[in-house]
């Protein structure tokens, strides 16, 4: 090799190969083509479970949650307190001493970039790069999240407030009869009396922002009815009572510029932007979103980058506004959310390639997992409520995603030249879950775990086994001697594990008499499956194919769900149309051309061997504690 490659990984979370082929075969998506052709695609096994943040940490480490401790969103000694704060799956203490190709590299004299990658990054582990947006799930820099408002002149709507990614203090439910979109805050439209600088038909509503931390603000909708009454003459965003305090001049279809805004007691700069979806003067109703206020200070790593990359790229927002699948003014909402963040990670790495440089690039972009969730049930033709109308629209939506994926890697692209690895990754895809089941209900009905009478919180002296809602593969026992609540002498420890699995193995769907566990192993023997170590939990499961975790639609212990799952499934799980395993393209100097592994007859690659043939590819070592395997007939010489 005359000279060592750079590399540009581009993470695009729940990538589902199937539709990959399907809308490139379609002519959708050239630059996808344009990679696949130059390179080789394959499924690709994800670590158990099927999850965001276990996968993001396998693939950087080469290997699996016995080793980087992430089975879910958080870690937990069994030690610890019940209510003890937990380290979430982004904080780089999680993984424990566990190895990533970023420290190899590094090590190497070589210089990492790291964009909105979700785990085993914060603080950073590098100290000769850069980490840009750390975390997803419940990052430090998502200051409030995003809110889509109903304002309405009716005066017997009822208002209320609605937050997604369950941070709200208020909840309400839907009033679809009262023509809000579900999920909508809805206020009431009323006379700007106290205003200033306004027309004397002008119509004014509060917009409450709610930080994550419960604190509440809020900005002023402005609205100027046309003196026919026929139209709106103004619709804008204000920061005060005041309509020559215009933040948003507000077009339907359009974002407003951000708003950049100083945020909570501690005064925490943020920005954010606005988005009409909808206006009826004769209903006299407003339709409109806010996007996330994402930080605009203290997100990088070197600290002092965040100014630099606020001016050259924009601000960064990591959650999309709003529920794509309602209709065609969201869908294009969501897409231009994602499409934004996107691209600003495209601009950041070339900014920064072109200011300091860098030679290993990892970043990760949610577009397709946060489409996949509402879309895949009902897209399956499979599936027991499948209406062929809905389905083509939910494929509509999935399609038009994955053009706002190829826009993009066509832009990384341009990145990358003949002497450039491209891996394009997910974590995960995800397969329809028609039915879920619920494993603390199960438990419960078996007398193994107790609840209090408010029918959630776990009776402790009552429950010799229980789970954690973030970490759906496992069950843990309530062990006297480690666990401070802890119940079940150690002599005893054996007999509840055994108990554990016959629950679950003999567990049978009232609806469907299948069983919704595939497997269910002791902990000492779910090394054959990746599991082991202190943190992780004393039984082991996953669930079979179409069953996802969590309480059924009917309250029973299994039943009707509530949308398509891929963490809880076993991993392979795969239909004609979706499936849960991964996928990847790699292309670039030493990669065979045109090439796919038969699977069925070699085996899958899995998530653990990406890490070793990166760094195979790149001349360096793999990492410490690596438990895959180079990926050798990938490669045009070994």
Same mark, same amino acid.
């Given at each position: ?106 090590? %190497? *004299?070589?210089? +990492? ?6 785990? /085993?990054?914060? &603080?950073?582990?590098? #100290? @000769? !790069? ?62 700007? %009396? *106290?205003?200033? +600088? ?6 004014? /509503?509060?917009? &409450?922002?709610?930080? #994550? @931390? !419960? ?62 979806? %909808? ?360």
């Amino acid at each position: 090799m005359a000279s060592r490659p750079r590399f540009l990984l581009i993470g695009m979370d729940g990538m589902n190969l199937p539709l990959l082929r399907r809308f490139a075969a379609e002519s959708h998506l050239p630059h996808f083509s344009q990679l696949m052709a130059r390179g080789s695609t394959n499924r690709l096994l994800p670590a158990l479970p099927a999850w965001t943040p276990n996968n993001w940490a396998t693939i950087v480490t080469g290997t699996t949650p016995g080793s980087h401790r992430l089975g879910g969103w958080t870690v937990r000694k069994k030690s610890d307190p019940w209510e003890a704060p937990r380290l979430e799956s982004w904080d780089s203490r999680v993984i424990d001493g566990t190895e990533t190709i970023w420290e190899v590299a590094e090590q %190497a *004299g070589l210089k +990492n970039l790291i964009q909105f990658y979700p785990s /085993a990054v914060w &603080p950073s582990p590098i #100290k @000769n !790069g850069y980490v840009l947006a750390p975390g997803f799930h419940d990052a430090p820099y998502a200051i409030a999240m995003p809110m889509s408002y109903f304002a309405s002149t009716r005066g017997d709507v009822q208002t209320g407030v609605e937050q997604i990614a369950a941070v709200a203090r208020e909840r309400t439910t839907d009033r679809a009869e009262e023509g809000a979109p579900p999920g909508s805050s809805v206020v009431r439209l009323t006379p700007a %009396a *106290g205003w200033a +600088n306004v027309p004397a038909n002008a119509l004014a /509503a509060e917009l &409450p922002i709610i930080l #994550k @931390n !419960g604190e509440r603000e809020a900005v002023y909708l402005l609205v100027v009815p046309e003196p026919s009454g026929r139209g709106y003459a103004r619709i804008a965003i204000c920061s005060e009572q005041n309509g020559n305090a215009s933040e948003a001049e507000l077009q339907k279809g359009a974002w407003s510029p951000f708003y950049q805004r100083a945020l909570g007691k501690d005064r925490i700069p943020t920005a954010m932007r606005f988005r009409l979806l %909808a206006a009826d003067p004769a209903a006299g109703t407003v339709y409109l979103c806010r996007s996330e206020a994402y930080a605009t200070r203290g997100f990088t790593y070197p600290a002092e980058l965040d100014q630099r990359l606020v001016e050259a790229c924009g601000p960064f927002y990591d959650w999309p506004t709003i529920d794509p699948v309602r209709g065609e003014a969201e869908l294009e909402t969501f897409a231009s959310d994602m499409l934004y963040q996107g691209e600003w990670q495209v601009r950041a790495a070339k900014y920064l390639l072109e200011n300091g440089g860098w030679d290993l690039h990892f970043s990760h972009w949610h577009l397709f997992d946060h489409i996949n969730h509402p879309t895949v049930n009902p897209a399956d033709p499979e599936g027991p409520n499948y209406d062929p109308k809905v389905g083509e629209w939910m494929m509509y939506c999935q399609r038009r995603i994955y053009e706002v994926g190829d826009r993009v890697l066509g832009q990384f692209l341009e990145l990358a030249d003949d002497n450039t690895i491209v891996c394009v990754t997910s974590d995960h895809g995800m397969a329809p879950a028609h039915r879920w089941g619920d494993v603390p209900t199960l438990l419960a009905e078996k007398g193994l775990l107790a609840f209090k009478p408010d029918g959630k919180s776990i009776d402790w002296s009552r429950s010799v086994a229980y789970t954690q809602a973030d970490r759906g593969s496992e069950v843990y026992v309530n062990l006297q001697g480690r666990e401070p609540m802890g119940i079940v002498p150690p002599e005893k420890y054996g007999e509840i594990q055994e108990a554990i699995i016959d629950a679950l193995l003999d567990w049978r769907d009232p609806g469907t008499g299948k069983r919704p566990i595939a497997l269910a192993l002791k902990l000492e023997d779910a090394q054959i499956i990746g599991y082991w170590g202190t943190e992780n939990g004393d039984v082991v499961l996953t669930f079979n194919r179409g069953y996802g975790w969590g309480p059924p639609i009917d309250g029973k212990s299994a039943g009707p769900g509530r949308g398509a799952l891929h963490g809880s499934q076993i991993p392979p799980s795969e239909t004609k149309y979706f499936t849960n395993m991964a996928c990847f393209i790699l292309a670039g100097p030493g990669i065979k051309v045109g090439y796919e592994r038969d699977w069925q007859r070699r085996g899958l690659m899995r998530m653990v061997d990406l890490a070793p043939t990166f760094a195979h590819l790149l001349g360096l070592r793999p990492p410490m504690h690596a438990t895959g395997a180079v990926l050798s007939d990938l490669l045009e010489a070994w």
